[in-house]
């Protein structure tokens, strides 16, 4: 193909997306919506299985049956969603094996939000009411988003986030009007979830580097910085409804922008948990590539038996 | 209690399947794929919402106006818990997991069809409910004890090893304790002893489907009904009842 008929292809590929027409798989598209599309929504199937995690931790130790069957339906769903976004995923040419791979090696990244350790069963109420709080303003922008399948599946994704998070708030609330033990458990885990939420929402827009771009494909409708201040602005009510003190002594309203100013966010954390260096990562991808490796005998031996049966079919036909 | 024979009769039931949710929820997150997880949260999840049921009759039941359906999960002895051997073992890998589903299921599977005839008609409710989802946890674990017997040379030792392993621990789930006997005379129970050859024959048919050996066992372990569980027990409930012992009296 000549420079000038993929420069036109392009041309007519960014009008139809100026005009909100879904990309489908068998369409054409720049090698460069290819690869970032690949990036993007295999780190969020990625965080949606490491997610699980931290989440998992609690099931065994959940403090009434209750508690204990919603959330082992939580981290199944984290686990269709997984599902769903590696499908979408493979509809641009790549395997789940091969994302496996990239996350397993340190290729692809995953939030660095579930590099945080789960250490009191607040975390579960925090969990749901500020991380996936974070996560549903980052993602119902997406539902809208150009690549067909992503958007669809985000559609599912979405609906199933804001039950969790209502979930999170109402394990938070419990909490909060229960005995000073309670409250003080709330607290504490606010207190810890706070600001590694806020960083959940991306790095400030002048550190972005993929924001442009992403603004033009309607991966991203707003800078991470509008987002984070929509969290902000959304999630200091609830607390206050909760009767428990947003760790930021910076926080205050401000009549004039119609909006919270807040501290300064101690990017350096940031950047030392995406590089791999926070309390858990190590953790947690010990976890995901232990059991990868050690589910090797199992997937052998499903295909092993599939290509047996196959075969018998074979020779009945002959037969 | 007035009727402290059915109390213990569902706790009998129920325990069972509680400690093998238990069991399953530990591996969430943890499968070796996607798929087998989310089957396995499922089953752990349609256990937990069997004893959900269970529990809530028998604190109705109980003389204790305090009790619910988690003082009765989460506040016990070790020595009071009713369940079998088996469903205590560890997850020691997909295939003991596998074969750990798959002998408790075939047993399950027919006891609650036969609990779908009892003159409790709480108990028949339930068993009408769950049988769906057991008949679908069946499904699962004997399509994977084909899989794995009949896949790579691999998986054949190692479920084979795990059949050989786990199989003294089935005979215990047709012994009948008083409770059992007491509620069978009634009409409320089901004689399990009828179960046995039917349990044998359709787990042996799995098995040499799946190529694999059925053992010929002359010992057999029991006590999970009277509470006389394996080591295992004992970290199980520290873990499960950690959060009520830590801070009893509150609501989460």
Redesign the interface.
């Known amino acids: 193909m000549s420079e000038n008929e993929v420069k036109n292809l392009e041309d007519i590929f960014e009008a139809r997306i100026a005009r909100d027409e879904k990309i489908e798989p068998k369409d054409w598209m720049p090698e460069k919506y290819r690869k970032t599309h690949i990036r993007q929504i295999s780190q969020h199937a990625h965080s949606e299985?490491v997610g699980?995690?931290p989440e998992?931790n609690w099931?065994?130790?959940?403090?009434?049956?209750?508690?204990?069957?919603a959330l082992?339906?939580k981290?199944?769903d984290e686990?269709?969603h997984?599902?769903y976004l590696?499908s979408a995923c493979e509809t641009l040419g790549i395997s789940r094996d091969e994302l496996y791979e990239q996350l397993h090696t340190g290729k692809a990244k995953y939030s660095s939000i579930f590099n945080y350790p789960t250490v009191t069963?607040a975390d579960m109420g925090a969990i749901g009411w500020l991380v996936d709080g974070a996560a549903i303003i980052n993602q119902v922008p997406l539902c809208n988003t150009s690549y067909g399948p992503y958007a669809r599946a985000m559609v599912r994704v979405c609906k199933e986030e804001s039950f969790h998070q209502r979930q999170g708030f109402e394990?938070m609330l419990?909490?909060a009007n229960?005995?000073p033990?309670?409250k003080e458990m709330a607290q504490d885990a606010l207190n810890r979830w706070w600001w590694p939420s806020l960083m959940m929402l991306g790095p400030t827009d002048a550190e972005s580097v993929h924001t442009a771009q992403s603004m033009k494909w309607k991966l991203k409708r707003k800078t991470n910085d509008e987002l984070r201040q929509q969290f902000i602005d959304q999630t200091v009510p609830q607390a206050d409804l909760l009767g428990l003190t947003v760790p930021d002594p910076d926080l205050k309203w401000n009549e004039k922008t119609g909006h919270y100013d807040f501290g300064e966010i101690d990017w350096d954390e940031f950047w030392q948990v995406v590089k791999g260096y926070g309390p858990s990562n190590k953790k947690r991808m010990k976890?995901r590539v232990?059991?990868?490796e050690?589910?090797?005998?199992?997937?052998?031996?499903?295909?092993?038996?599939a290509d047996?049966k196959e075969k018998r079919k074979d020779l009945k036909h002959v037969g | 209690m007035k009727n402290q024979h059915l109390y213990n009769y569902i706790l009998g039931i129920a325990d069972n399947s509680l400690i093998l949710g238990?069991r399953l929820?530990?591996l969430?997150?943890?499968?070796?794929?996607?798929?087998?997880?989310?089957a396995g949260?499922?089953i752990?999840?349609d256990l937990?919402?069997q004893?959900?049921s269970y529990?809530q009759y028998a604190a109705q039941l109980s003389d204790d106006n305090s009790a619910t359906?988690?003082t009765i999960?989460?506040l016990r002895l070790e020595r009071q818990y009713k369940n079998v051997l088996l469903v205590e073992q560890p997850n020691t890998?997909?295939g003991y997991v596998i074969v750990r589903q798959f002998l408790f299921d075939a047993y399950h599977l027919l006891f609650l069809r036969e609990l779908e005839n009892s003159k409790d008609e709480t108990l028949a409710a339930i068993a009408k409910k769950s049988v769906k989802e057991v008949s679908y946890h069946w499904r699962f674990s004997s399509d994977w004890i084909?899989?794995?017997g009949?896949?790579?040379q691999?998986?054949h030792e190692?479920v084979q090893e795990a059949i050989t392993d786990l199989w003294m621990y089935t005979d215990e789930l047709f012994h009948q304790t008083e409770a059992d006997q007491a509620m069978i005379a009634e009409g409320i129970g089901v004689n399990t002893s009828k179960l046995k050859d039917i349990y044998y024959k359709m787990v042996s048919e799995v098995l040499e489907e799946a190529t694999l050996e059925v053992p010929e066992n002359k010992y057999f372990h029991k006590g999970g009904k009277q509470g006389i569980h394996s080591e295992h027990m004992g970290y199980i409930l520290s873990?499960?009842q950690?959060?009520?012992r830590t801070?009893p009296n509150?609501?989460?």
């Open positions: 299985i699980m995690l998992g099931i065994s130790r959940a403090p009434s049956l209750r508690r204990k069957v082992l339906a981290v199944q686990a269709g997984g599902l590696y069963w394990i419990k909490l229960g005995t033990e309670q976890d232990g059991a990868w050690e589910g090797a005998w199992v997937r052998d031996a499903a295909m092993a038996y047996k | 238990q929820g530990e969430c997150g943890h499968g070796p794929s996607l798929e087998t997880d989310i949260t499922n752990s999840l937990f919402g004893v959900r529990f359906e988690d999960a989460f890998d997909f084909r899989r794995l009949d896949g790579t691999e998986s190692r873990d499960m950690y959060m009520q801070y509150m609501e989460w």
